[in-house]
């Protein structure tokens, strides 16, 4: 199958949401790097929450991993993301936000893969939000995959998950700059306070007569505005609340113990946003019941967002992953 004579975007047919609202068209746009597809292993990226299908390549927010001669080797691998519907990089915009979770867009890329003609993955990864949708794909679809690499997230979202998408929702419903407040509240739990600590010191903006850590946070919910719809943002901050795979289903080992699919769990050990110690306990949960589960740390002061920082780390850990076998063609 040749990539130029797939459409693009998909187009996802008459689906009811969890929640029981209808779509008769949901568009799911998509990026395709590497080998073609079908004609080599296929790696499917889900992306974070104001990420996006391009995971390589010029504009690529993951090409420190994924390229040629990268970990993610684009000459032995067909790299593949979806665009989550509605997160703003197409033109495709959701409105009513509370109608999908996390398990609905899990769903729709496992639909994609149906209409792309792909009955097995090498591997889904994904960071965040991306991560816990990769969880919801292996639940619903146990052997769709052979690994599974959920990297700073959890099969699930924590009470303090939620506290923190709740206070989003406010200010994304409240504020009179939504996008630019939020995103200041957010990179309070995207990084950590040793994260600030060493970089700015506490340190003067002397031309705006502010802190520099005050300046900056300033910067980057002014830089988001400028790129990011606020409805995309409603939208995947729903998808991060609503993180859940025995939401009114199977519990836990019911629904992992069908898969024998390879599990690499991927923790920070600073992250204040998927804590180390849930995927912890998520790790030994399943290794009572399943025996190719691994845990792996990222050392960071950084917080949840060292996924996007460490590449050192995660490219060595990554590495054991997709380097240690020999990848038939």
């Known amino acids: 199958m040749k990539l130029e004579n797939i459409p693009n975007p998909l187009i996802i047919q008459n689906f009811t949401t969890e929640n029981g609202a209808l779509y008769h068209s949901l568009p799911l746009s998509f990026a395709v790097f590497g080998l073609p597809l079908h004609s080599a292993p296929i790696v499917l990226v889900n992306h974070a929450l104001t990420g996006n299908a391009e995971v390589a390549g010029e504009n690529g927010w ?7 001669n990268k970990t993610i080797d684009t000459d032995k691998f067909t790299v593949l993301s979806f665009n989550v519907p509605g997160n703003g990089h197409d ?128 910067h980057h919910g002014k830089k988001l505005q400028q790129r990011y719809q606020l409805s995309s943002y409603r939208l995947m901050n729903q998808l991060l609340k609503t993180i859940d795979i025995t939401r009114n289903s199977e519990d836990f080992e019911t629904l992992l113990s069908r898969t024998n699919a390879t599990i690499h769990i991927i923790g920070i050990n600073s992250d204040l946003f998927f804590t180390a110690k849930e995927n912890k306990e998520t790790y030994q949960e399943l290794k009572k019941f399943k025996h190719n589960v691994f845990y792996s740390e990222i050392d960071s002061i950084h917080g949840h967002d060292a996924f996007l920082i460490e590449y050192k780390q995660l490219d060595q850990l990554l590495a054991d992953i997709f380097k240690a076998e020999t990848i038939a063609k």
């Not at 993951?62 to 040629?68: E, P, Q, S, T």
């Open 62 to 68: 993951w090409n420190d991993l994924i390229g040629d």
């Open 91 to 218: 033109a495709f915009i959701i409105e009513n936000y509370q109608n999908f979770t996390t398990r609905d867009i899990a769903r729709i890329f496992l639909k994609g893969l149906d209409l792309l003609d792909i009955t097995n993955l090498h591997t889904i990864i994904g960071g965040s939000v991306g991560g816990g949708v990769a969880w919801e794909m292996l639940a619903l679809a146990p052997n769709s995959t052979q690994n599974l690499i959920p990297i700073a997230t959890d099969w699930k979202s924590t009470d303090w998950m939620i506290a923190n998408c709740y206070l989003q929702e406010q200010i994304l419903n409240n504020s009179s700059k939504p996008v630019e407040d939020a995103r200041i509240h957010a990179m309070l739990c995207y990084r950590s306070p040793e994260s600030f600590k060493e970089k700015f010191q506490r340190t003067l903006n002397e031309n705006l007569s502010i802190f520099n850590i005050e300046s900056w946070l300033a």
